[in-house]
């Protein structure tokens, strides 16, 4: 099927169900129950599921294959951002433009940092992306405020030209659309106690990412991705054999370039607005958590990772210590008292602190991330049944071959 | 004349603290191969030693003060630190004003100790994993070390002050003959210099004078051969790593007055230090200090008024510059060796 042999597909397929059942998966608790606050359809959150998923999907193919650690993604985030914005302000407020541009424009800022930064490998390549980042940040926080709006960031407005637009009236709110479908509309679906969102922004996004996901397979499955692979299994041996490495990686920068400024321009689509902190640091260095948790290297594994972190952050975050003390009450006070000490850093504010641990246990026990622990559970099963043929075992196949 | 002078100067405490931090960065790359992320972590926990420290002298007791009255005539209830008990109130007072430099007695054994179990509990696991996992664990773990800074003392900056002693400015201007107030500079950051100078001074004659550098030195350029001529490299290796953990401590703790200190300052200075390595050149222990100065400096030019005018925002991106200019055209950085992490 499109190519795919008969694994991919069903992973395809499988990932496909996954993604536009989500507002079902996603909310498998009733309303008003305590549980509640684990549920995680809503549009906002589901979005950015997706969103950082295809992010990931295109740091991995970078990271992943060629071993070319960035610190530096989130600068083609945010440029893919901004020139969404720009689209929506001078153009029209359909989505279209915006995210095309979007690409193009990141595609061409990753071209001139990678053509430099590529000329290094190592953790030289690292910090030369990083500086890039940092500059880019830097100067949007600064002296392109007239281009970024600086600290206070970007928003469609009332008076934007928007030449292909008809004139708003006065009191419209300028929305992000698809042809006229607005991003926030969509519909509850009632059922007992269970609310189900199925929200238009979702299903844009997920089928975007449905497109990525495809086309990521598509290159882990080329001769291309073979020569990316090779690049990072001994890249001094296919120098030997006459082949220049230097066009490949490129590619594949630019490409992880290009999937960074489609999730930056879908990012405003969804919620029209910028700031340059989305460049910082520190989210280049989310998006290399997010693939390295799932398993780098590995089709499912950003994705997996990158939604396990969104759902963490949004999630975790929200639970508090009234929250703690009504799920332990039915427990004697003295130890209510101490589990709730003891859980409490971990949660609320705290869940960098619960991130950063459980990344560095990853990196310690698992490097292939969560994926190599599903291969690890799925072995204990395999005995049994060796013909249990599932998406681990096809994980399995395609972990790369340990680096360096 | 005057104004290139004061940027120099002002240069100097950043730089000084660059300096500092890249000197440990770069002694945990040479001697034990491992690129620590969570460096800026130690620095950022040596801070935090300081404000500890400061807070535990002025712990305090209540004490019913018969002496003073309030306007009913009951007697006032008055805070007194602990530490007026043992010293008497003069010395205490000047204690709790010394706060700062004396806190390096307690952040030096803390620093050390914090290096030793993250080099014998973390660090030793990965000495034979890529680059990348060394990265990757360290920079989790400093993720994790800002995490519960910030759990216990909260995401504001805590003001520490300097000894007032050192309060004001010197002017260096009427003592070189410009006119006075030209030059002015604050007494803490002429403290901090000469400490950075100090210790990296030691730093240095402890490498090149003792025996115990030259047997570090000699691992670092051949740790095989060191190891097979029965010498137990991996224990000096520790105690080095102990004494970079506890450089970028001491760092911290000082550089405390300078900027209050908050749970985001370990990762500012490390991205910072970091390129600050890179461009002195990987495993170059003069090369890490000297770039440390010199990019210290640099910003502060970048800074001034003349040259925004005609480059608007460069002060924000020259050290990133500088760092990819020297990566490009020297590979090895500033003086780099050859052969050390050349690709």
């Known amino acids: 099927m499109f190519g795919l042999n008969k694994k991919d597909a069903g992973l395809l397929i499988v990932v496909a169900i996954l993604a536009l059942a989500a507002p079902f998966i996603l909310n498998p608790f009733p309303e008003g129950s305590a549980m509640a606050q684990f549920n995680a359809g809503y549009p906002d959150l589901m979005q950015r599921l997706v969103i950082f998923g295809i992010f990931a999907i295109g740091f991995n193919i970078l990271f992943g294959l060629t071993g070319y650690l960035s610190f530096g993604h989130a600068a083609f985030l945010g440029v893919g951002s901004y020139a969404a914005i720009w689209m929506m302000k001078l153009l029209t407020m359909n989505v279209i433009p915006a995210i095309v541009v979007s690409i193009i424009i990141a595609g061409l800022f990753s071209l001139l940092v990678g053509f430099i930064s590529l000329r290094r490998s190592g953790i030289y390549f690292s910090i030369l992306t990083l500086a890039f980042a940092q500059m880019s940040y830097a100067l949007a926080y600064s002296v392109l405020t007239p281009i970024t709006g600086g600290e206070t960031g970007l928003q469609p407005k009332y008076t934007d030209p928007r030449v292909l637009d008809k004139a708003l009236e006065a009191g419209q709110q300028p929305r992000a659309n698809l042809f006229g479908l607005e991003m926030n509309q969509g519909f509850q679906l009632e059922m007992g106690n269970w609310v189900f969102t199925f929200n238009a922004g979702y299903y844009i996004a997920a089928v975007v990412m449905l497109v990525a996901f495809y086309l990521s397979i598509r290159i882990f499955r080329s001769p291309f991705g073979m020569m990316l692979r090779a690049v990072k299994s001994n890249q001094q041996r296919m120098n030997y054999t006459g082949l220049n490495s230097k066009p490949y990686t490129l590619a594949a920068f630019v490409i992880s370039g290009m999937y960074a400024g489609l999730a930056g321009g879908l990012l405003v689509a969804m919620d029209t607005q910028v700031g340059a902190e989305r460049m910082f640091w520190t989210a280049s260095g989310e998006v290399v958590l997010m693939t390295i948790l799932g398993g780098a290297g590995t089709l499912i594994g950003p994705v997996l990772g990158a939604g396990f972190i969104k759902y963490m952050e949004n999630i975790v975050s929200k639970i508090n210590k009234s929250v703690l003390e009504q799920w332990f009450a039915f427990m004697p006070d003295g130890i209510e008292d101490v589990l709730v000490a003891i859980i409490y850093p971990f949660v609320g504010k705290g869940w960098h602190l619960t991130l950063g641990l459980l990344f560095m246990l990853v990196v310690i026990f698992l490097p292939g991330g969560l994926v190599e622990g599903g291969q690890r559970i799925g072995k204990m099963f395999r005995r049994r049944d060796a013909n249990a043929n599932s998406i681990e075992a096809d994980a399995a196949e395609q972990r790369k071959p340990a680096a360096e | ?343």
Not at chain 2, 17 to 38: E, K, P, Q
Not at chain 2, 269 to 296: I, Q, T, Y
Request: with cysteine; glycine share 10%; net charge negative.
């Open chain 2, 1 to 343: 004349m005057d104004a290139i002078l004061l940027q120099i100067l002002n240069g100097m405490d950043k730089g000084s603290a660059y300096a500092l931090i890249a000197l440990g960065l770069t002694l945990i790359f040479g001697t034990l191969g491992v690129v620590n992320f969570a460096h800026g972590a130690l620095f950022l926990i040596g801070a935090f030693c300081a404000v500890t420290f400061s807070k535990i002298l002025s712990l305090s007791h209540v004490v019913i003060d018969e002496s003073q009255k309030d306007f009913l005539g009951n007697p006032l209830k008055v805070e007194v630190p602990y530490i007026y008990d043992m010293f008497g109130q003069a010395t205490g007072d000047v204690i709790i004003d010394w706060a700062v430099p004396l806190s390096l007695l307690f952040t030096v054994p803390v620093m050390i100790a914090i290096g030793f179990a993250m080099e014998r509990g973390l660090i030793k696991h990965f000495y034979k994993r890529p680059h990348a996992d060394q990265i990757l664990v360290t920079f989790g773990l400093a993720i994790v070390l800002a995490e519960i800074v910030k759990y216990f003392y909260g995401a504001n900056p805590i003001p520490t002050p300097a000894p007032s002693a050192f309060a004001g400015s010197f002017d260096f201007g009427a003592m070189l003959g410009f006119d006075p107030n030209t030059i002015i500079y604050p007494y803490w950051r002429l403290v901090y210099f000469a400490f950075a100078a100090v210790i990296i001074g030691g730093v240095f004659a402890f490498l090149q004078f003792t025996t115990f550098g030259m047997v570090v030195r000699a691992g670092m350029a051949d740790r095989e051969t060191v190891g097979l001529l029965g010498i137990n490299i991996d224990k000096r290796f520790t105690i080095m790593f102990g004494i970079a953990a506890a450089v970028a401590g001491v760092a911290g703790a000082m550089y405390a007055p300078i900027n209050s200190p908050n749970y985001n300052m370990g990762m500012d200075f490390l991205v910072l230090s970091f390129v600050v390595v890179v461009v002195g050149g990987m495993g170059s222990l003069p090369g890490a200090v000297l770039a440390g100065f010199l990019l210290g400096i640099l910003e502060s030019f970048a800074s001034m008024s003349v040259v925004l005018e005609t480059l608007p925002g460069i002060n924000q991106i020259i050290i990133y510059l500088v760092a990819i200019i020297i990566l490009l055209t020297r590979p090895r950085g500033l003086m780099g060796r050859k052969g050390v992490m050349e690709d």
